[in-house]
Structures are given as C-alpha cells and as structure tokens.
C-alpha cells in the first residue's frame, strides 16, 4: 500500500557530501512522520533525524550541525543532506514513514503506522 524508495547513497571521502532522498508511493494513505534511521554492522538501529508533517525537527546529537533533514509534502519526499561526513557515518541509511489514521480497502491503519525503506549504504571512506 505504501512504499518508500530510498536513492543517494554511495562512497565518499570523509569531509564530503551525500543527499539522501526517500519517496513514498501508493494510495490510499497520509504521511505524518518521516525520517532517516541508520544501522552499522554489529550495532542497533539508530535514529537519524525525524520531521513532522508540520515541519518539526529532531537529529541524533552525533549529526546536528552537519546533517540537515527536509520534506517535500506535496511530493510525499523527504532529503537527508549530509555534510562533513565521517568514517563513524558509514551505516546502511533507512527511511521512515509512519501515517494517519484510516481505511484502505477496508483495512484500518492505526494512527503512527509505520513503514521502511529497503535501506541504501553510505561509506565514509578515504
């Protein structure tokens, strides 16, 4: 019903850049919540940065300052620009999205229910 698909991710040297992007797509849904969680290899799953749909901003501390989170409602979108990347950065990057409360095809979707990306890597490497 919905799907988010995440593009952006690659190799960069440390000091550099990415641009995260994640578009949900499907029908029958609104988007309250999105944002970036990311996952390194023998480690938890850890919240990135998180904005609401009315534009409210959270960032893990480990970020602020170098990670800048945005939405595009109308386009159902949200960017994760990342600068003065680090080797402590490298995580496979996962979208978020959770919804309002409704139907679909008579399925009831409870308020905060939410979805994932498939996840794109980031390497911060020199």
């Known amino acids: 019903q919905v799907q988010l698909v995440e593009s952006g991710g690659g190799l960069v040297q440390p000091g550099g850049s990415l641009k995260l992007s994640c578009a949900a797509s499907?029908?029958?849904?609104?988007?309250?919540?999105m944002g970036w969680y990311r996952q390194a290899p023998g480690k938890q799953r850890e919240l990135v940065a998180t904005i609401t749909s009315g534009g409210s901003i959270n960032y893990a501390d480990s970020v602020k300052g170098r990670f800048t989170i945005s939405r595009d409602n109308a386009k159902n979108t949200v960017y994760l620009q990342m600068n003065s990347l680090k080797p402590e950065d490298t995580a496979v990057y996962y979208c978020?999205?959770?919804?309002?409360?409704?139907?679909?095809?008579?399925?009831?979707?409870?308020?905060?229910?939410?979805?994932w990306g498939q996840g794109t890597q980031v390497t911060v490497s020199s």
């Open positions: 978020h999205a959770d919804r309002y409360a409704g139907y679909y095809r008579d399925r009831y979707y409870p308020e905060g229910y939410a979805y």
């Open positions: 499907g029908s029958g849904f609104r988007i309250r919540n």
